[in-house]
Structures are given as structure tokens and as C-alpha cells.
């Protein structure tokens, strides 16, 4: 049974920094392409960050290119988000999901290419 676990939320004041982590069991990680995504309410899920299962590849939205940062450890199944210059805008529930791309070093470019999601991670920033 394939089970994706965020964790690292919280609330932070504006301009500090947060860092999720995101394992995921029962599958072969490094076959899997990693997504973050994030929802507010109210709001459509927006893609945030994405990166192949090597790490050589990787996509941020523009309205995180710079201040956040993706990577991954395949020995531990753990993928993660380097968050800094945090804002109040960047409050959302914050959501992983893998995407299987064994043999193919590359980038899912839509959401239903990825099969499994985690539950969430909650991230509150104040002004």
C-alpha cells in the first residue's frame, strides 16, 4: 500500500522560512517523479515545484521561483521544500504527490499524471 506523508507546517512570521518533508512508502521512489502543490481557500491547487526522480530536473511557479526550493533523497524516500522569504500569500495547505516516470528523467506538466497524494501539510504565514 503506497502511502505519501508531508510534514514541517506551521505558522511562520513573514519573511521567515519553513522547510516540508514529504516520505513516501510502498513504491520504488526513485521511479517516481515528485510534485508540490498548494491550496488556499477559496483557491484553485496550484502547482508549486516539481522535479524528476533523478533531481536533475526541476519546475517552480513563478510565484515561488527564487525563494523556494525543491530537492530530494532518494536513500530515504524523502522529498523536500526549502521555503524562505516567506509571505502571507504563501498560507495554504501544501500537498505532495508522485508521479510515475520509471526510465524517463522528466517533468509531469499536468496534475492527473500524478497517482498518489498525501494528506497535507497546513503553512501559515503572518503579516
Known amino acids: 500500500q503506497v502511502q505519501v506523508v508531508e510534514s514541517g507546517g506551521g505558522l511562520v512570521q513573514a519573511g521567515g522560512s519553513l522547510r516540508l518533508s514529504c516520505t513516501a512508502s510502498?513504491?520504488?521512489?526513485?521511479?517516481?517523479?515528485m510534485g508540490w502543490f498548494r491550496q488556499a481557500p477559496g483557491k484553485e491547487r496550484e502547482g508549486v515545484s516539481c522535479?524528476?526522480?533523478?533531481?536533475?530536473?526541476?519546475y517552480y511557479a513563478d510565484s515561488v521561483k527564487g525563494r523556494f526550493t525543491i530537492s530530494r533523497g532518494n536513500a530515504k524516500n524523502t522529498l523536500y521544500l526549502q521555503m524562505n522569504s516567506l509571505k502571507p500569500e504563501d498560507t495554504a495547505m501544501y500537498y505532495c504527490?508522485?508521479?510515475?516516470?520509471?526510465?524517463?528523467?522528466?517533468?509531469?506538466?499536468?496534475?492527473?499524471?500524478?497517482?498518489?497524494w498525501g494528506q497535507g501539510t497546513q503553512v501559515t504565514v503572518s503579516s
Open positions: 510502498g513504491l520504488i521512489f526513485d521511479g517516481y517523479a
Open positions: 522535479i524528476s526522480w533523478s533531481g536533475v530536473r526541476t
Open positions: 504527490a508522485a508521479s510515475y516516470y520509471n526510465g524517463y528523467d522528466g517533468l509531469p506538466s499536468r496534475d492527473d499524471e500524478y497517482s498518489y
